[in-house]
């Protein structure tokens, strides 16, 4: 985009704002909507009651679309421009995400099941000559409930894949051990006689020699030292093709709004240590892999 195009920060911190009231008065007028529901119903005026639900929809809708309208501001306005200055070749699409194709394929091992891949914000571009991609992801199961079935959530948070560019000596995945993790993935798990290490982690492989050729000293050292410093469970698949998938089940999202009062700088400043997260990781994982 042209850069006269885009909104000054003055422009854009009205517009942000603005925005946010919205949203805002619509929340407020949507709960007094369901108070006023409410006491219908328990004064036996259900049709009135039944009625009520027509602006609770129409209050909805309009609340929905004008948080679309900020994330398209927030996109177009300060992610894309985040994105380009930190990678080179780089794209991102708001409401892209990995693939499923590309999620199946990273062969993770995880303590759940799940039918159902979906998430946004997806980024690549090149970083120090390797090429990322990453994003959002969710990833959730159909259950039965006393309902019918719903799609539950197991896994929201962030994913990222780094090619290296250079064949690996194996295919070896780790995941973090959690209270769900099912007895036969840890029966079959690699120990490396590193204590911490198999304290935190499960490791699989075909072939254990294929594992430690990987997984160096340094290399554990250094998953360690991700699981302490993010939430949820970390999980990690090297793959023979050079390809490194990490992924996060931290329950968080990157480039949304939040409960930011509409700043712009803050919110640049947010982004790109949200941004900075993903190339932290992939500068880690340079300082150890030595193959």
């Known amino acids: 985009m042209d850069p006269q195009n885009h909104m000054s920060d003055t422009e854009l911190r009205s517009s942000l704002k603005r925005s946010r ?10 709960t007094l909507c369901m108070i006023l529901l409410v006491i219908l119903f328990l004064f036996g005026k259900t049709l009135y ?10 209050l909805s809708v309009y609340s929905m679309n004008v948080s679309a309208k900020i ?6 306005e300060i992610v894309d421009g985040v994105v ?5 070749d780089a794209a991102y699409v708001a409401g892209g995400h990995l693939s499923d194709e590309l999620i199946s394929e990273s062969y993770m091992v995880f303590p759940f099941t799940y ?18 991609k990453m994003s959002d992801v969710v990833l959730s199961c159909r259950v039965e409930t006393d309902d019918g079935t719903e799609n539950q959530k197991v896994f929201e948070g962030q994913w990222l894949v780094c090619d290296l560019g250079r064949e690996l000596p ?16 840890v029966n079959q798990r690699i120990l490396t006689e590193n204590e911490p290490f198999d304290s935190k982690f499960v490791v699989t492989a075909n072939n254990p020699e294929e594992a430690f050729r990987i997984l160096t000293p340094q290399l554990m ?14 999980y990690l698949s090297f793959l023979r093709d050079g390809k490194v998938h990490v992924a996060v089940n931290s329950g968080a999202e990157f480039f949304e709004f939040g409960k930011n009062k509409g700043e712009p700088e803050k919110l640049r400043q947010m982004f790109q240590e949200q941004l900075h997260w993903y190339t932290d990781i992939v500068d880690g994982l340079l300082s150890v892999l030595r193959l």
């Open 71 to 76: 994330k398209n501001v927030i996109s177009s």
């Open 49 to 58: 009651g039944v009625l009520m639900l027509i602006p609770v929809i129409i």
């Open 84 to 88: 380009k200055e930190a990678l080179d």
């Open 221 to 234: 050292d250094y998953c360690l030292a991700l699981a302490d410093r993010n939430k949820g469970g970390v």
């Open 21 to 30: 009231r919205k949203t805002k008065l619509a929340g407020a007028l949507i």
């Open 115 to 132: 039918d159902k891949t979906g998430g946004d914000d997806a980024v690549v571009g090149e970083y120090k000559g390797l090429r990322l």
């Open 170 to 185: 194996g295919k070896v995945q780790l995941s973090q051990i959690t209270k769900g993790m099912a007895k036969s993935i």
